[in-house]
């Protein structure tokens, strides 16, 4: 694996905001294979705002985030094979089945046996008995779990989630808790926006706690405490 390879994202002196409008920054990071990295604060901290920036969903204020050492936003097709994204919106076809949706998602991204890698989020996610259902048909929880199976079905290098356990039940939490590491085991990198500090223990080896503007890099036990003190 070469430098590039290993460089999946580098922000420099990065600042996320909306027009000239500072939310949180500055920021130097970069990510690697396997990392995992949790991002913490209050109600309207800027940990969306971040997120979007860091993955090119928006522009910033100022620096930059590059990602795969040469990308900044998501138009090239080498971006979308290696980032998988969920962010905290519902975005569905409302005339395609769960099952389907799934095999759409394996299709387009050329998965090997697309209908086992289907059948296995299907299971994973408990939504055997729904996969003919429509999405306006599915609880809010099961949509949710419908967008997780999406971003885990296809490979990636890098995922990256805004509040994934919004809305699962505790059992699906821990579910999901530990099928993200055993992914970072095997060099999935990740970035997660959480409020669950058992999550965040459970999925992060470090943390970045947004606090006044601030962007903290800090131990995952203090970005728990500190979600504990939201
Ligand atoms: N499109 C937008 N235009 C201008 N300001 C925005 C926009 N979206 C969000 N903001 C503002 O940016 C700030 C940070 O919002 P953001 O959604 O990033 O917070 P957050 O930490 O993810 O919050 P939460 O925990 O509530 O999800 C807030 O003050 C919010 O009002």
């Not at 387009?108 to 996610?125: C, M, S």
């Not at 509040?163 to 039940?169: H, I, K, N, T, V």
């Amino acid at each position: 694996m070469d430098a590039t390879q290993r460089e999946l994202l580098r922000a420099s002196a990065l600042v996320a905001g909306y027009g000239s409008q500072d939310v949180c920054g500055p920021l130097d990071l970069l990510v690697e294979p396997g990392e995992t990295l949790g991002i913490v604060g209050f109600n309207a901290a800027g940990k969306s705002t971040l997120l979007r920036t860091l993955v090119g969903y928006q522009e910033p204020v100022s620096g930059q985030s590059v990602i795969l050492g040469a990308f900044t936003d998501d138009s090239s097709f080498i971006y979308r094979k290696a980032v998988s994204v969920v962010f905290d919106e519902d975005a569905f076809f409302p005339s395609l089945s769960v099952e389907e949706h799934l095999q759409l998602i394996a299709g387009g991204h050329g998965v090997p046996q697309p209908q086992a890698a289907v059948d296995h989020e299907l299971i994973f996610f408990d939504l055997e008995t729904a996969r003919t259902e429509y999405p306006h048909r599915l609880s809010s929880g099961q949509r949710r779990r419908l967008l997780l199976a999406a971003s885990l079905l296809r490979p990636c290098s890098l995922l990256v989630l805004d509040e994934p356990e919004q809305r699962l039940d505790p059992v699906m939490r821990a579910a999901l808790a530990t099928r993200l590491r055993e992914l970072a085991d095997a060099g999935t990198a990740l970035l997660v926006v959480t409020h669950d500090p058992v999550f965040l223990a459970s999925v992060a080896d470090s943390v970045l706690l947004i606090s006044n503007g601030q962007i903290i890099p800090t131990s995952v036990a203090e970005g728990a405490a500190a979600i504990g003190r939201a």
